[in-house]
């Protein structure tokens, strides 16, 4: 069951065109990425998806109506690749403000916030000040605030590029969970082995277009790398 659909997305910039009839759709319950070298404006395709640039073409859908309705932008929630944060506030004071948007009762909220901090490993550092921790730390939790309305649908902008191997490994078994809780997943990333290891299906733009649409990562023959490198190629 197709729960994104995107058809003959077109988007330009400056008169020139940076995407080009991008296609694709995604299955409930996937966990789907897409694949990208760089320039290839996967996160203004992102974007456009989420109605925060408009394309000059499209056709989207989001749970089977036409692009945002109000009902959709509820069960979604997107993680920017740079992260934002008011680093005046604590951990847990950054979480409750969030959470305060979705109207979660508010032992709910706290008992949420608890559970996250924990899943992404800072829970001893709950009273802590944003503006004291590095990049990485603010990834975990900015994925932690990307989760605490309990998205159906959730997309993630390089969500481990700034991780160790003990955080990434985190991240990945949390993603790995919200797909067992019923979340759809859709991630850019460039780190091949992250999608190879997590992914269902993946799609490769590149040159403004998608070359690879919605392929089954099972149904590859070679490593994902190869595979990556061939179809680069190829256009090239």
């Known amino acids: 069951m197709k729960i994104l659909e995107l058809k003959n997305v077109t988007k330009y910039l400056n008169w020139n065109k940076i995407l080009s009839e991008v296609s694709f759709d995604v299955e409930k319950w996937d966990i789907y990425g897409f694949l990208w070298p760089n320039g290839a404006w996967k996160t203004t395709a992102m974007k456009c998806v989420l109605g925060l640039i408009e394309p000059e073409e499209w056709e989207i859908k989001i749970f089977w109506e036409e692009w945002l309705s109000i009902k959709s932008k509820e069960k979604i929630w997107f993680m920017p690749e740079n992260t934002y944060l008011y680093k005046h506030l604590t951990w847990a004071e950054f979480l409750r403000f ?20 924990k899943k992404v490993g800072l829970k001893s550092a709950w009273n802590k000040r944003l503006s004291d921790y590095s990049k990485w730390m603010l990834q975990r939790i900015w994925l932690a605030q990307s989760i605490i309305n309990d998205p159906k649908l959730l997309f ?81």
């Open 98 to 117: 969030n959470g305060k948007f979705f109207d979660i009762d508010s032992k709910k909220l706290e008992n949420k916030i608890d559970n996250l901090l």
């Open 156 to 236: 993630l902008d390089e969500p481990m590029s700034w991780l160790d191997p003990i955080g990434r490994k985190m991240i990945k078994d949390l993603l790995l969970e919200l797909k067992e809780e019923w979340t759809t997943i859709f991630f850019n990333t460039h780190i091949l082995a992250d999608a190879e290891s997590m992914c269902n299906k993946i799609s490769i733009i590149h040159k403004w277009k998608i070359i690879v649409e919605s392929k089954k990562v099972k149904d590859i023959d070679e490593n994902l790398e190869d595979y990556f490198i061939h179809h680069i190629e190829k256009v090239e």
